[in-house]
T-cell receptor, first 115, second 113 residues
């Protein structure tokens, strides 16, 4: 069975500060996919990134960066120079191929950016 | 990515009634899913909607309570039957191709009084 843990329930930072959201996962499968989704107050779930278990390269997209470390089973998400529009709930998720593509979500981290 | 719409976007219903939620995609997709997000909680998969056959339900969810239809590759419905206040949630559909990213619809906010 798969499990995703987001230990940080809520985080508040002042605008322009950097913030890192932690994600730790568990799976016995050697092939898996990791995701981050953003859920703003409107409620929709916005896809941010997908990583394949064979690809440990870190990724940067504008102010967003992701650190994937298989050795610690972590897939952390950093927002640099945070902005008020970054305020949302962020979910980390995992799926395995041929496992009916089911997404296992973490409990989410509510991020509040204080102007 | 596919454009996904859901109807209704929100509703307030009386206990004991049923509500059908529609999910429409602008292109054919292999897989469609239904998730529930209870207030302040994470997302939980209800079922996978299979085209031309019965949906595959996750543990804790049954067809009598959450009947699902998927008549074609672009459309699915989820019915929440005999509702109680505990059914108040956001219901989201998602779509994906095999081993590809799941994209989500805007969600349906349901409040049961």
């Amino acid at each position: 069975a798969q499990k995703v843990t987001q230990a940080q329930t809520e985080i508040s930072v002042v605008e322009k500060e950097d913030v890192t959201l932690d994600c730790v996962y568990e799976t016995r499968d050697t092939t898996y996919y990791l995701f981050w989704y953003k859920q703003p107050p409107s409620g929709e779930l916005v896809f941010l990134i997908r990583r394949n278990s064979f690809d440990e390269q870190n990724e940067i997209s504008g102010r967003y960066s992701w650190n994937f470390q298989k050795s610690t089973s972590s897939f952390n998400f950093t927002i640099t120079a945070s902005q008020v529009v970054d305020s949302a709930v962020y979910f980390c998720a995992l799926s395995v191929p041929f496992g009916n593509e089911k997404l296992t979500f973490g409990t989410g981290t509510r991020l509040t950016i204080i102007p | 990515s596919a454009v996904i719409s859901q109807k209704p976007s929100r509703d307030i219903c009386q206990r004991g009634t049923s509500l059908t939620i529609q999910c429409q995609v602008d292109s054919q997709v292999t897989m469609m899913f239904w998730y529930r997000q209870q207030p302040g909680q994470s997302l939980t998969l209800i079922a996978t909607a299979n085209q031309g056959s019965e949906a595959t339900y996750e543990s804790g969810f049954v067809i009598d309570k959450f009947p699902i239809s998927r008549p074609n590759l672009t459309f699915s419905t989820l019915t929440v039957s005999n509702m109680s206040p505990e059914d108040s949630s956001i219901y989201l559909c998602s779509v994906a191709e095999v081993q590809e990213t799941q994209y989500f619809g805007p969600g349906t906010r349901l409040l049961v009084l």
